[in-house]
């Protein structure tokens, strides 16, 4: 978790010029009490006016630049903590990306943008209220206990005694608070996922009648909730009494002393009044440091967080140097012996397979039978378990990631479209395409019809998540984007399932046209989708059940002919 301090070293100069400032302010807020003992004493008691307007300007002078320090030290942390999160934030963003699914999959997205944004804000406004209060808080504490001394030290005993009596409450105080912090900080992260499940999931919860389930779990989350807070809020409750009465007592004390010694002569009214505002700051300062404490317990956990992402390498290796240069010769897409694993058990089991260039290679099977896993590590989401995939004769793992992304474009099973209209959506695959491109894309993949409809047409909006769009428009938008890539190797994974029949054909045929020469591998779970491919490969349960033309695998493939016959 200290390797996080390393984001602060660009911020060298806030971060001691900072704190120095700060004691600054500390140390003309200390003197004020002294100068109010001594306004009083020689200007009040001998009413010498001239010299109570002396020390008054004095001590009005001392708060002004006690004011402008503590200005000065709040813009340098202020600049120190944002930039040190800005930074932390962008890395943490880096580190992220350059992970791979398997590892994304693996924390979820939910945790990966709570650290990414709520650790890394807790972070950083740690590191501001370090600059501000770790070196005044105790500075004042000291400093108000020797100017006690100074000014008196059988007076100041009192201040020595109570300060322990304070330590000790606030040690109490944290000490019970901070599980409790701890527990509500959790409770808080509870709630934010119920609500967000709930928020994205409205639908189906609507749609199943489960909104009053719903509205109890929220209930029962809140409630536990609220539970915890109001231990919370009655250890709080408690802590402000007894320190006030620890004040009051070593108040009472000082008057009694005080007094006496006035009587006798050996102190002056002024000092009383310095030796009551002492005892006030050591309290202050004392919170101070115990909110400080309940905030660096918060950051280490929250540094434990981000620490533990920034501690996983990335297990999938980027090849680097030149590319390697294809072998003509060699099939487009080649699978050796390949199995796969997400972690349990076999999701693919040795399978072979030889595309050749130009082919177009259909892929059939039931639902979960590892169809659109096997392209996952076509287009490298993955790397296999076990077994080698070459692309052009060259292993996958030694091309290198923007080559990879030139080389196979892949329309996945469920289309993300982003913010933005609908040509920057199909424009994705290609920054610099002209509109030319773009619409002759949107035309293969059929999408042409419904975007002319729209009123502003290529320029409409796209609302987040492609909420705006039905499921087939959205699919249509994927297949175009994907087709406008132009790369040697196109995959389109079950990219008709919501289209109709006769749109399908449609695409189908274009797509023939647009790509004669080119590989392409369509993955469908329809027969008739695929029936045209020079090859297709059946899969059942992550193996190859049949590979071969739509005539051979009729007769000789029993699978096949089990798809074929539940879609007569
Ligand atoms: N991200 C994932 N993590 C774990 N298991 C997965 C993941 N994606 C798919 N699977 C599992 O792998 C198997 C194959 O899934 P998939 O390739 O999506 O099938 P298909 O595309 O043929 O419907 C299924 O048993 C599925 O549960
Ligand atoms: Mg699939």
Redesign the pocket.
Known sequence: MWKLARYLRPYRRECILGPLFKLLEAIFELLLPTLMALMVNNGVARHDRAYVWHIGLLMAGMAVLGCASAFTCQFFAARASQGFGTVLRNDLFKHISSLSMRQM?AFGTETLTNRLTNDVTTLQTGAAMAIRLLVRAPFICIGAIVMALILNRQLALIVICATPIFALLLYLFTKYSTPLYRAYQKGLDHLAVVVRENLAGVRVIRAFAKVPQEKRRFADSNDSLTATALRLGRISALLNPLTTLVVDAAILFVLWFGGRMIGQGTLMKGEIIAFVNYITYILIAMVALSNLIILFTRCAASGRRVAELFAVQPDMEQAEGPVPEPDADAPAVELVHVDFS???GK?LEDINLRVLCGQTVGII??????????VSLIARFYDTTGGEIRLGGVPIQKLPDDALRNLVCIAP?RTVLLTGTIAENIRMARRGATDTQVKAAAEIAQAVEFIEKMPQEYASRVERGGANLSGGQRQRIGVARAVLADADILIL??ASSALDYGTDAHMRGALRRARAGRTTIL?SQRAAAIRDADVILV?DN?RVAGFGTHETLQTGCPAYRDILATQA
């Open positions: 999959d997400y972690g349990g999701a099977g039931g639902t979960g039978s590892g169809k659109s896993t096997l099973q994974d079950d993955v899969l992550g």
